[in-house]
């Protein structure tokens, strides 16, 4: 199975910061990388697939990049409604697998 | 409007069993990949299990063997059906909509094995 490992557990930042998560794969997935937001209570919500593009509604603060093993997701400028856990997730092969998340908090 | 309505969890013996059921409106659940996603309680999410267009079913190593995915075209409903529960079974199951990048979830539900 393929293991997704994400960095940082928590990431204290302030509105306006520049905020980047990583996510790195035990083993290449080419692009097959989505990104998921998720609030307390609430399913996730899909913010970017195959690596760097984004889902329909979502800011452009938000981007993505990478390939192969190593992701990023970019939060170019920190609003209030960013505060959540963020997920990576592979989809290159069976079975799928999610990372063990990031929150971000306000600090 | 694309819904999944999820329903059928509840408190249940270690060892027994339960169906979970992904009632969906908008589209017809054999068009598409559905999936059954859980989040144990203040921990991370984990795939469970995939049905793709063709009927051919994945799971994830914790559940093989106990959980079964399966969808009726007829209700257009998707289902998850989870023999032998264990304590470490106890999460939200949400079901969702999509091939790998999945863009609609429902709203989850409560799966608790305890005795």
């Known amino acids: 199975d393929i293991q997704m490992t994400q960095s940082p557990s928590t990431l204290s930042a302030s509105v306006g910061d520049r905020v980047t998560i990583t996510c790195r794969a035990s083993q290449s997935i080419s692009s097959w990388l989505a990104w998921y937001q998720q609030k307390p209570g609430k399913a996730p919500k899909l913010l970017i697939f195959?690596?760097?593009s984004l889902d329909s509604g979502v800011p452009s603060r938000f981007s993505g990049s990478g390939s192969g093993t190593e992701f990023t997701l970019t939060i170019s400028s920190l609003q209030p409604d960013d505060f959540a856990t963020y997920y990576c997730?592979?989809?290159?092969?069976?079975?799928?697998?999610f990372g063990q998340g990031t929150k971000v908090e306000i600090k | 409007e694309v819904q999944l309505v999820e329903s059928g969890g509840g408190l249940i013996q270690p060892g027994g069993s339960l169906r979970l059921s992904c009632a969906a409106s908008g589209f017809t659940v054999s068009s598409d990949y559905m999936n059954w996603v859980r989040q144990a309680p203040g921990k991370g999410l984990e795939w469970v299990s995939v049905i793709d267009i063709g009927g051919s079913t994945y799971y994830a190593d914790s559940v093989e063997g106990r959980f079964t995915i399966s969808r009726d075209s007829s209700k257009n409903t998707l289902y998850l059906q989870i023999n032998s529960l264990r304590a470490e079974d106890t999460a939200v199951y949400y079901c969702?909509?999509?091939?790998?990048?999945?863009?609609?979830w429902g709203q989850g539900t409560l799966v608790t094995v305890s005795s």
């Open positions: 997730q592979q989809y290159n092969s069976y079975p799928w697998t």
């Open positions: 969702a909509r999509g091939w790998g990048a999945t863009g609609y």
């Open positions: 195959k690596a760097s």
